[in-house]
């Protein structure tokens, strides 16, 4: 189909893009591989476009201090490729590698992805884990939003109307640190039906910190809390993993689609639980 | 005498027509532009069943950019119906199926309205100005349900879900014994339910359609299969004089029967350019094609085998539920119906019966899709010969071996009535068993069995035949098939002594004009490259029977040697005056005429097409041409036949399959180009692995498409699927001069079983023995957790 009527901005500047989105019924347009479907089925008809893509300011990643800041249209392709995410964060890179098709990575970006927060999305789950700050923009100023709080529901975010996400910042976890994204889908290049995004932290052969997050095993992402604290002061061996990883469903409110019942999702968040932590700790899972 | 060299058939050449088709740089339909053209736009019914209370479609006509717009209503009188060409039986439930709804809707996808405009744009704009009322009716899904008494009706004038049942009995026709006997006296009796579920063709080019009248000449391009069907059924339906309709088939991006249908679409846009005087081209988006383009599969079957303990088969007895949809498409009825002949596959059995009932519901119409009832019928036997294997203690390979039919007994007429002509199961099953490393992956599976491995390995086995090379006219004829099945080619030589072959098949993706010149250059002694092969436009080809049923090769490339031997014929005695020799002495090789006996003395057959351009001295009564025609009516069917195996790992834990090893021999006769053939294999074992696993057309309780876009429903990519190992063993075709049988379907056809096969057999273990397709990893998992799914 054809999308619907829009007017098209393209801003040069954070500020001018605010600006441009002071229209109530505004979308930013970043890479478009969620936005330009739901405009194609008119399932999304905004009355202005702002496409963020003249925002050089936006795109790249770089250091600071202890973090790692990601701008919000650094595309999929360029995280993949990016020498510091592979060192300081490379769950974030595993994660993005699993991202769709190579086209798809080539034009949707990391704020996308998050601003999206499509529940089957996998690098929602993986901001979480990596207790990532989403950085915003709005007319009122600049505010930063921790991961745990920005995803609120079903395609929805703490974002409000008119505000731009400009950045990702991320604690740098370098030494000590193992991550592990186990992402299940019935097609090579499908969404996920369960993904975990797994990150431990080993002291003395055993396990000092563990960060889990679920993805699609509910509207937005879930901290599997009761694995992390099953895991964290555990020893890293098989049996403890396993049994830690059985509480991985806890609280977590997963929904039943085509691809999969909401029992057999919890049922995958523990197998897939056991295998990225086991996967993490280096240690093949048993099968 | 005519000794043909051949040096390129047989060879892998790269097909001549993949430069364009991959770039994209031809003429799609949707590449048509034609002067003041406009653009059609379709209203499409949210609801499966409904009556239409109001339509009001004049706001629409205000807006801007808008030309016409109007529904059902409008044009009851004019817009024709749709129709089917396969009535299966005299007494036939045939509902009505206008293009556009007039009073009723049926399915959800199903056209009412439409607004044409100056753009596509502006067309799809205005859909949502066009006012609809519907009124809601009880919408029909289960198949059972539908045929039980007092059942909510799709169609309530014709008071019945049922279109037909449709009997073979091989007590009574006399090919065989009576059935019921067989499965009261037999010593093991397997009884299975299998559900075919429906599947969406999918292929790669949405449809699209052109019409433009000009002066009293319709001319439509369609990215269709069938051309020549096309511009027989339209001329019918809209009275417009056949002379006075064009059809061209451009290049076409793939079909799988999927466009071997005369569409709503295409009598839609025909009425508008009639209203309008002008043309008007419409072209599906993705979802309208997968919510409105024919579904196919879509069966209950139920089939008992009976047996003796040694496994010998001694009965078998198929009863079909064949969902046909809302509608009956053009040849709807028939599809299962093809199958009839296939359950009974490479096995001699001596008694069958075989019975399909056709029923409606409120849903898209299914029609043919790759294999079109064979694939149904094979997957059906193969799963139950495992079954058989398994209750009577055999392997799977050895079970098959005692009942099918030996080398030395081809011909041999089946008890379902058709006469293959060739084969060997046995080369083609030892050669895949090989391939496979059978007997090493059974004991990797044995010891994973015994360690109680997480994932556990499975081997498939399927061996299939098929018919192929639709089709003998008189059989054609006694099955109430509404043509016939013949094919044409004509060559015309040009004085430069390059050629032109018209073929009446219609390739959207086969690679025609690559094989057709393969045969060509050996045939006539001239190069591949001086070979351009025309179809689709029935102009240039007013003739023809079009492309699906494996039937090009098989039909259409008789009818294309035939025309060749006549070029020959014709140019002898041209060569002949002169080489001033009698035509007698002449012998014709390697694109020469020469005289026996004396090699050096020779005239190619360009002199002669020069000769007769010039025609200053041409022998007497000689027609100075070298141009022929040929049209062939097959007297048998061509039965391909050959042996899948599939080796598959089973995660006990997630359910996930993983294909470790696909192996398929294929016997398809002679092969033209290797490389096609490969193609054919490959493009098949992955539609049907699909249905394996992946693929699903699913409708919720109110008859809502929940796959109905490409998130849901999932079609495999390459990552998905394993390097397909191949390979072939050769009976030719006795009834064709070049030896060849068919391979558009084979490999869609034997994969299913295989991989189902594997992954029951990798879960045999857990009291497994059948798993629903497509096997998801959540079924799969959930019959790893005890028995069925
Ligand atoms: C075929 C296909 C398969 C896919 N598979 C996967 C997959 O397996 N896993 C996965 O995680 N994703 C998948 N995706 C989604 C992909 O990752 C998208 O790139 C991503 O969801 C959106 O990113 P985008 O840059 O394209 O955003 P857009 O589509 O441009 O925008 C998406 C939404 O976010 C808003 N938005 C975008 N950027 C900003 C910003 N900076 N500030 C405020 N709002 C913003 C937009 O207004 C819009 O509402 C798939 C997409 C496709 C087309």
Redesign the interface.
Known sequence: MIPAPFDYARPSTVEEAVAALADEDAKVLAGGQSLIPLLRLRLAAPTVLVDLAGLDALRGVHSDGDDLVIGAMTTHASVLADPLVNRYAPLLAQATGTVADRQVRHRGTLGGSLAHADPAGDLPAVAVALDATLEIAGAGGRRGVPAADFFVDYLTTALEPGEVLTSIRLPKRGEGWSTRYEKFNRTAQGWAIVGVAAAVRRENGGIAEARVALTNMGTRPVRAAAVESALTGASADAETVRAAAGHAAEGAEPTGDLSASAEYRSHLARVLTERAILAALGQAHAA | MTVTEEREVGSPRRRKEDARLITGRTMWTENVVLPGMLHLAILRSPVAHARITHVDTSAARELSGVVDAFSGRDVADIQGGLPCAWPVTEDMVHPDHPPLAVDEVRHVGEPVAVVVARS??AA??ALAAVEVDYEALPVVLDLEAALADGADLVHADKGTNRSYTWVFDSGEAGTGEAVDAALDGAEVVIKRRYRQQRLIPAFMEPRSVVVDPTGDQYTIWSATQIPHILRFLVSAITGTPEHKVRVVAPDVGGGFGGKLQVTPEELIAFVAAKRLGKPVKYTE?R?DSLVSAHHGRDMIQDIELAARRDGTITGLRVKLLANMGAYLGLVTPGVPILGAFMYNAIYKIPAYRFECTGVFTNTTFTDAYRGAGRPEATYAIERIMDELAVEVGLDPVEVRRRNWINADEFPYTTVAGLTYDSGDYEAATTRALELLGYDELRREQAQRRDSG???QLGIGVSTYTEMCGLAPSRVLGSLRYGAGGWETASIRMLPTGKVEVVTGTSPHGQGHETAWSQIVADQLGVAFDDVEVLHGDTRTSYKGLDTYGSRSLAVGGIALYNACQKVVDKAKPIAAHMLECDPADLEFTGGQFRVRGNPDNGKSLADCALAVFAAHDLPDGVEPTLDADAVYDPVNFSFPHGTHLCAAEV?T??G?VAIRKYVAVDDIGRVINPLIVEGQVHGGVAQGVAQAL?E?A?YDADGNL??G?F??Y????P??LVDIVTDRTESPAPDHPLGTKGVGEAGTIASTPAVVNAIVDALRPYGVNDIQMPC???RV??AAQGGGA
């Not at chain 2, 999932?714 to 990519?717: A, D, E, I, R, V």
Request: no cysteine.
């Open positions: 596509r744009a799809l704009d988006s979802s491995d997480t994932v995660d834990q997630t996930r992946f699903d699913v929940l796959s876009t998130v849901d999932t079609l495999p990519s990552a998905d998801t990893p959540e998992w959930r």
